[in-house]
């Protein structure tokens, strides 16, 4: 009987923290949303890098709409500057309009926002695998609207909300790669495809956060195996060139 109620408290904890991070959520974003709409009185005009983001994609749209589809597919996949995959969502959605709107970029960056408050939670509750989780993943949530840079990365053409989705996709799902409860369960099949998606997503957003996360990861693989690397070096590389040495 302890056991059932502490688990219907639990849920109820949990149940109360997901409301209030729904409400929180959409009482800010509309808040954000009309002082976007109110305020800000030039929506033409980006800040400086999804300003230039932007006019690739206003010329990729002209060029592909005049039947000349390999240069700009070419210009987008070469990228030396920013990753493709910003571009390529806001190509894709310039074609449901006639004239490519700023707006609709920086509301891409919206999107990015909702989802991480949204993934939050649910990586929290498959990290855990209890009531708890949520309640982190909910805490989580809420601190993260407290931020006073949130609504500006929410609310204009910039990488980092959708960085922050794709970070914390690729280091969940390595952490359940490494859970050993975890890969042997049923959900084992689909965390290399979500590691694979967070980081293939997270090295298109920005180079460096792609570099800066594989060398982590190679940071945290060397320690993990610093015991079989010193018995390799010490019983098989070690005895075998220094005879030669000593030869």
């Not at 074609?95 to 891409?108: A, G, K, L, Q, R």
Request: aromatic share 16%; net charge positive; with cysteine.
């Amino acid at each position: 009987m302890t056991g059932s109620r502490n688990r219907y408290v639990a849920i109820a904890v949990a149940a109360l923290l997901l409301g209030i991070l729904t409400y929180r959520s959409a009482y800010s974003f509309f808040v954000w949303e009309s002082a976007y709409q109110e305020k800000c009185v030039n929506k033409d005009l980006l800040n400086w890098d999804g300003n230039l983001r932007f006019t690739s994609v206003v010329e990729f749209n002209r060029d592909i709409r005049e039947g000349r589809i390999g240069p700009p597919l070419l210009e987008l996949l070469q990228s030396p500057t920013w990753p493709p995959l910003r571009k390529a969502i806001s190509l894709f959605l310039s074609f449901f309009s006639e004239n490519p709107d700023p707006v609709v970029d920086t509301h891409i960056s919206t999107v990015f926002s909702l989802l991480l408050l949204i993934a939050l939670p649910l990586m929290g509750w498959v990290i855990l695998r209890k009531e708890e989780g949520l309640w982190s993943g909910a805490i989580a949530g809420l601190i993260v609207l407290t931020m006073k840079e949130f609504p500006l990365y929410s609310f204009a053409a910039m990488l980092e909300t959708q960085g922050m989705l794709f970070f914390l996709l690729a280091c969940g799902a390595y952490y359940l790669n490494r859970d050993a409860g975890f890969a042997s369960g049923r959900g084992k099949g689909h965390v290399p495809w979500i590691l694979f998606l967070g980081f293939f997503g997270l090295y298109m957003t920005k180079y460096p956060y792609g570099i800066l996360f594989i060398l982590s990861v190679l940071v945290i693989e060397s320690i993990s195996y610093l015991a079989r690397f010193r018995q390799l070096l010490v019983r098989g590389i070690l005895p075998h060139y220094w005879l030669r040495w000593n030869l």
